[in-house]
């Protein structure tokens, strides 16, 4: 009796020769990319490899060129967010997209529901969801009320709820704890398990070698590459995306630290944007030459921290820089030698329609060099942009271009290049890699511990607790509008601190592997 073979599955998902042109620049070329079920591919990429617009075509924001997308082994055409749900293909947004003042269920029932009384009728899938894969969403609860960790799994139930077998999750992790993120990829585990699809886009290697079953690798619009997880190390990760090897060691040494306080806070009071207590008596003091990190879950206070040092937020307390009384409004405090790198680098940090030459001149418009009386000294502004440009290895086509045409990662280097101009005592750090790609960060942390070098002491926030611990002598959770700390690097780990920033209270234990919270 002869028997027959059966044929192998098509993959659940296969991009064949996607190409994407935008005007001056190929986004993507050529890319062909499988996802099989019950798989978890990771998408890397430095920032600009293409790795949004392939996904904005997956998701029907964009008609690719040339080539075509498959599922389960047929041709389709993804014309629309709407047309992706109904093919199911689903997308769980790096920034949930949820109404806060309505709940989980009434969220859900947006586009989705039936009846008179449509949160009714979801509430009940929700529990069904929630149960199976172990997301424990409430229906009941008001978004507002959510963390963000709960409100991206509000997401991945309205990707499930309307059918998706494929998931795209776009940088899922940036904005949560630890522990947050650790429960997430239980989820991914229970979807794959289920047979689903994952398309996992991440700049965290070690995430990606915890979740991930394979790699593909953008580089330029091309796929440069790609590789089972399976006895890959971050190091390799990380050279096939930039081309060259990444050092991940620890970043920080001792040797700048000075025990002179540079700024010194007491007793830091401030209001929020509704009026409700955002610092609650803060205080700390930061010395020459070091990196004092602050952790925190967004909302708890560091935005309004930063900004009253910036001199962009009234507050009641004393602060004091090089033994100075710290007053004046943002102006005069980057005169006495406070710098600003903002949490919000492009509608922040610069003007979008201006040059980067133009940028770059922002602090110094009307001085000297760049100024003569009432006039702007054009060739010297622009003599100092390419200088600038060079320096901090701003990818630009020209000193001329809109700094709106420039990628995440240039923008923010070019605000690196004005505030650090003219040597500046503090640097107050925001989020200063968010979104950037390996190369890019590594090259801002390379400036910020330059700077500590020469005395200045900086304070980073991040929501990057691996970015903190490589780069801080001591670092301090916010929480509440209060402060936890600072407490040595050398006493804490990410699992502590993210506990800290869940509001435990924190039992500090010396070494690196014995920081606990009790």
Same mark, same amino acid.
């Given at each position: 009796?002869?028997?027959?073979?059966?044929? /192998?599955?098509?993959?659940?998902?296969?991009?064949?020769?996607i190409t994407k042109r935008f005007p001056g620049v190929v986004a993507n070329d050529s890319v062909d990319l499988t996802v099989d079920a019950g798989e978890v591919l990771a998408l890397l990429g430095e920032n600009g490899a293409g790795k949004s617009t392939l996904i904005s075509i997956l998701y029907g924001l964009y008609q690719p060129d040339e080539g075509t997308v498959e599922l389960r082994g047929q041709p389709v055409r993804v014309t629309s967010p709407a047309q992706a749900l109904r093919l199911g293909i689903g997308l769980v947004p790096q920034h949930p997209l949820l109404v806060a003042r309505h709940t989980v269920a009434e969220n859900l029932a947006l586009g989705g529901g039936s009846g008179l009384f449509p949160a009714r009728g979801v509430a009940g899938r929700v529990r069904e969801l929630s149960g199976k894969y172990g997301l424990e969403v409430n229906p009941q609860a008001r978004v507002s009320d959510l963390s963000p960790g709960?409100?991206?799994?509000?997401?991945?139930?309205?990707?499930?709820?309307?059918?998706?077998?494929?998931?795209?999750?776009?940088? /899922?992790?940036?904005?949560?704890? /630890?522990?947050?993120?650790?429960?997430?990829?239980?989820?991914?585990?229970?979807?794959?398990?289920?047979?689903?699809?994952?398309?996992?886009?991440?700049?965290?290697l070690?995430?990606?070698?915890?979740v991930a079953d394979r790699v593909t690798v953008l580089r330029r619009g091309k796929v440069v590459g790609g590789r089972n997880t399976a006895g890959a190390t971050r190091e390799d990760l990380a050279e096939m995306m930039v081309g060259r090897s990444v050092d991940f060691t620890r970043k920080r040494t001792d040797s700048a630290k000075s025990e002179t306080p540079l700024l010194t806070v007491r007793n830091l009071t401030a209001l929020g944007a509704r009026g409700l207590p955002a610092?609650?008596?803060?205080?700390?003091?930061?010395?020459?030459?070091?990196?004092?990190?602050?952790?925190?879950?967004?909302?708890?206070?560091?935005?309004?921290?930063?900004e009253v040092l910036a001199g962009l937020h009234a507050s009641a307390g004393e602060l004091t820089l090089a033994g100075q009384l710290l007053t004046g409004n943002a102006e005069e405090r980057f005169r006495g030698g406070v710098a600003h790198i903002p949490e919000d680098r492009i509608h922040s940090g610069t003007v979008p329609t201006m040059t980067v030459a133009e940028n770059l001149a922002l602090r110094d418009y009307a001085r000297a060099p760049l100024a003569r009386g009432l006039a702007r000294d054009l060739a010297a502004t622009d003599t100092r942009a390419r200088q600038d440009v060079?320096?901090?290895?701003?990818?630009?086509?020209?000193?001329?271009?809109?700094?709106?045409?420039?990628?995440?990662g240039n923008i923010q280097k070019l605000i690196l290049a004005r505030e650090l101009n003219g040597s500046p005592k503090l640097i107050l750090a925001v989020h200063p890699t968010y979104g950037l790609d390996i190369g890019a960060t590594d090259q801002v942390h390379r400036v910020l511990l330059e700077r500590t070098e020469g005395g200045a002491g900086v304070l980073l926030v991040s929501e990057d607790l691996d970015e903190?611990?490589?780069?801080?002598?001591?670092i301090g959770v916010m929480v509440g509008g209060e402060l936890r700390g600072p407490f040595p690097v050398a006493e804490v780990t990410r699992e502590s601190l993210g506990m800290i920033m869940g509001g435990a209270h924190p039992t500090v234990v010396a070494g690196a592997d014995q920081g606990v919270v009790a």
């Open positions: 009796m002869t028997q027959t073979t059966q044929p /192998p599955s098509p993959p659940a998902l296969r991009l064949r020769g709960e409100k991206q799994r509000v997401e991945i139930v309205r990707a499930l709820m309307r059918g998706a077998q494929v998931l795209i999750l776009d940088e /899922p992790t940036s904005v949560l704890t /630890p522990q947050e993120a650790d429960a997430l990829f239980r989820v991914m585990r229970e979807l794959k398990a289920d047979g689903r699809s994952l398309i996992f886009i991440s700049h965290k070690d995430e990606v070698l915890a610092l609650r008596g803060v205080s700390f003091d930061l010395h020459e030459g070091e990196v004092l990190g602050v952790a925190g879950i967004a909302g708890n206070g560091q935005s309004e921290l930063v060079e320096h901090y290895a701003v990818a630009t086509p020209s000193i001329h271009t809109p700094s709106r045409l420039l990628s995440g903190l611990l490589s780069l801080s002598d001591r």
